[in-house]
C-alpha cells in the first residue's frame, strides 16, 4: 500500500499479549494509527520462561528494539533431550536466521513488559473486555463490555485462544484438551541443585512426563516446568504437591529435589489446549493472528514466537499488497501453511501412545504409570 493510504489507516487490535503487542509496533512504525485493546486492567504474565528463536530476534532487530528485548535475556546456544536421568537422546544447536545464531530465553513478564515499554504512550486501553464485533465489509465495529463503541479500517484478533473474533466471525469450534497438565514455576538457580550449569534449556522426557529446566541466568532464576499426562481437562485445576511429585517418580533425584520445595503457592497449574487448525483467518477488513489463529501446544515452543512472526508478516503484506482486502490474503498464504505444520508437528510425539516412537524406550510402563 502507498504510504498515504496506510497513514489514513486506522486500526484495532484486540488482545496486548505477544501478537497484538509486536503487532502494534511493527504497524506503527509503517505510520498507521494504532490502537490496541486489552480486557485486563493490569497486564501481568505468569512466571515462567520462554525461548525467543533467531528469526524471532531479527525482527526485533528490524523494529529497532532488538536492544531492549536482548537486555532482559540470556542468550542460548542449544537445546538438550534428556531420559529421566540425564543420559542423553539428542543435543542440538538453535536453528539459526542469517547472522543471529542465540535463541534468547527471558521471562514472559519481562517479555510483555519490553514489548509493551516500546510502544507509544497512550497506545494501549486497558480495561476493554470486546463483546460483539460486526464486519461491515470495508471496515468493523467493536464494542466493549465497559461501553465503548470503536470504528476501524483493520480489527486484528490478537485476543488469544478463547478468542471472541474468532468465535464470532470464523469459527465456533472450542479449544481443544491436550490431555496434559503444565506445572510452571519460577525458582532461584541457587535452588536448582546444581543443574543450572549454563545458559541452555535442558528437557527430561520419559515416563509420560516432560521436565524443562530453562536458565533465566540475567536474574540468577530458572525456569522449572513439568508437563505430565492427566484426564483432568478442568481449566485451571488444583494439584496437590504429592500429586505433582508423583508424576516426576524415577526422575533424577535432583530434579525430584527441586519439585519437593516448590512453594506450591508459586507454581502456574494449568490444563493444556490448542485449537485445532481453522480454515479461514480473515475477511476484507478484519484478521486474525498469534493463538487466536493457530494456538498450539507448547512442546515446539514456538507460540510466542510465531504471533511475533504473525505480526511481521502482517506488516510485510500491508506495505507490499496494493489493498487492506488483498494484504490479509497475501498474510493467510504466507503464514498459515508455516503455523499448521506447527501446530500438527506439536501435537505430535509427546503423548504416552506416541513417546514411544519418537524417543523409544521412553513410554510410561503399562503397570503402574499415573493414570
Not at 471496515?139 to 483493520?154: C, I, Y
Amino acid at each position: 500500500m502507498q504510504l498515504s493510504d496506510l497513514k489514513n489507516l486506522k486500526i484495532a487490535i484486540v488482545g496486548a499479549g505477544y501478537g497484538g503487542a509486536a503487532a502494534a509496533k511493527a504497524l506503527s512504525l509503517l505510520g498507521a494509527d494504532v490502537n490496541v485493546y486489552e480486557q485486563a486492567n493490569q497486564i501481568r504474565e505468569a512466571g515462567a520462561g520462554i525461548g525467543l528463536r533467531p528469526s524471532t530476534m531479527n525482527r526485533f532487530r528490524e523494529w529497532g528494539i532488538f536492544d531492549a528485548i536482548a537486555k532482559v535475556t540470556s542468550p542460548s546456544e542449544f537445546f538438550e533431550i534428556l531420559t529421566p536421568t540425564g543420559g542423553p537422546i539428542m543435543k542440538e544447536a538453535w536453528p539459526p536466521a542469517g547472522e543471529q545464531t542465540h535463541t534468547h530465553l527471558i521471562h514472559r513478564g519481562d517479555f510483555i513488559d519490553a514489548l509493551l515499554g516500546v510502544l507509544p504512550e497512550g497506545m494501549v486501553h486497558l480495561g476493554h473486555k470486546l463483546e460483539t464485533i460486526q464486519d461491515k465489509g470495508d471496515g468493523a465495529v467493536l464494542t466493549f463490555a465497559n461501553g465503548a463503541s470503536v470504528e476501524a479500517d483493520l480489527v486484528i484478533g490478537a485476543d488469544g485462544i478463547k478468542s471472541v473474533v474468532r468465535r464470532e466471525l470464523f469459527s465456533d469450534k472450542e479449544p481443544v484438551f491436550s490431555g496434559e497438565h503444565a506445572y510452571r514455576a519460577v525458582i532461584s538457580a541457587d535452588d536448582a541443585h546444581g543443574l543450572v550449569v549454563d545458559d541452555n534449556l535442558r528437557m527430561y522426557i520419559g515416563r509420560g512426563t516432560k521436565i524443562y529446566l530453562l536458565p533465566l541466568r540475567h536474574r540468577n532464576q530458572v525456569s522449572f516446568d513439568i508437563t505430565a499426562l492427566c484426564p483432568d481437562g478442568t481449566w485451571a485445576p488444583e494439584v496437590s504437591k504429592e500429586e505433582l511429585l508423583a508424576t516426576v517418580e524415577g526422575f533424577d533425584e535432583r530434579l525430584v529435589n527441586i519439585t519437593r520445595d516448590l512453594d506450591m503457592d508459586t507454581v502456574n497449574i494449568r490444563a493444556v489446549y490448542d485449537i485445532d487448525s481453522i480454515d479461514t483467518w480473515h475477511s476484507d477488513s478484519v484478521v486474525l493472528m498469534g493463538d487466536a489463529a493457530h494456538s498450539m501446544l507448547h512442546h515446539q515452543g514456538q507460540g510466542a514466537n510465531s504471533a511475533v512472526e504473525d505480526a511481521g508478516a502482517l506488516a510485510d503484506a500491508l506495505r507490499e499488497a496494493d489493498s487492506v482486502k488483498e494484504a490479509l490474503a497475501l498474510f493467510q498464504v504466507t503464514r498459515k501453511p508455516v503455523t499448521d505444520k506447527l501446530q500438527a508437528v506439536s501435537r505430535q510425539g509427546w503423548t504416552e501412545d506416541e513417546i514411544d516412537e519418537v524417543f523409544p524406550g521412553q513410554k510410561p510402563a503399562s503397570a503402574g504409570a499415573k493414570d
